[in-house]
């Protein structure tokens, strides 16, 4: 498969879970081999950081990336929505330091995305492949991870909140053709959640 980007300019705007900053985020085609990268635009000398784990200085309540001393912070849900479209190369402009959380899901993102229309690019597409099983595990927080070789593609995830509303939350996707069925499901999740959550509150 050969490697795609946007057709043309797409822009989000919202306000950041964390820092409560409302930042614009414009995204743009990009060459071949360019990956993923962000831009911070309102910083001086409009520095750029790859969208790449050797950036990630912090998974704490979001996935934080730094390049000298520009940051990004929860950037997860705008990672996988260019995932699920299969973008392999893109820049995105923020005007500020905090992915907008939208509605909580990267269903936003995936709309605005997918509105803006794919490009195929004439180089292919290259693959980290999973030889053998790999294992994580975080102490301090009991995450764990496993990657396990196999011909085809499947993914399943299980949280527990420790909470009597939220419960155990599981899901699974055998295909990225499944991408945005499986997003709108976890949104009608969170909204039932929401719900839930509120009724508790008002009791």
């Given amino acids: ?13 919202g306000i950041g879970l964390h820092t409560g900053a409302i930042v614009k ?9 360019h990956g993923i990268r962000f831009r911070r635009v309102d910083l001086e000398g409009n520095p750029t950081i790859p ?13 934080t ?10 950037i997860e849900h705008v990672l996988s ?21 939208m509605d909580g899901s990267s269903l936003p993102v995936y709309n605005a995305l997918n509105d803006a229309g794919l490009e195929e690019q004439d180089a292919e597409r290259e693959y980290f492949e999973v030889t053998e099983t790999i294992k994580y595990r975080d102490e301090e927080t009991g995450t764990e991870l496993m990657a396990l070789p196999s011909e085809t593609f499947h993914v399943t995830t299980l949280i527990d909140f420790g ?6 939350q ?18 009608k999740l969170v909204a039932n959640l929401r719900v839930e959550v509120a009724k508790k509150r008002n009791k």
């Fill in 1 to 13: 498969m050969n490697q795609h980007t946007i057709s043309k300019s797409v822009s989000i705007k």
């Fill in 25 to 33: 985020m414009d995204f743009h085609p990009a060459k071949e081999d």
């Fill in 51 to 63: 969208a790449d784990v050797s950036q990630v200085v912090s998974t704490n309540r979001g996935t």
């Fill in 65 to 74: 990336l730094k390049n000298g001393e520009a940051t990004i912070h929860t």
């Fill in 81 to 101: 929505a260019l995932h699920g479209l299969r973008i392999d190369n893109v820049l995105i402009d923020m005007d500020g330091p905090e992915a907008p959380i």
């Fill in 163 to 168: 909470s009597p509303v939220l419960g155990h």
């Fill in 170 to 187: 599981y899901a699974a996707m055998n295909s990225l053709d499944e991408y945005e069925e499986k997003i709108e499901e976890l949104e």
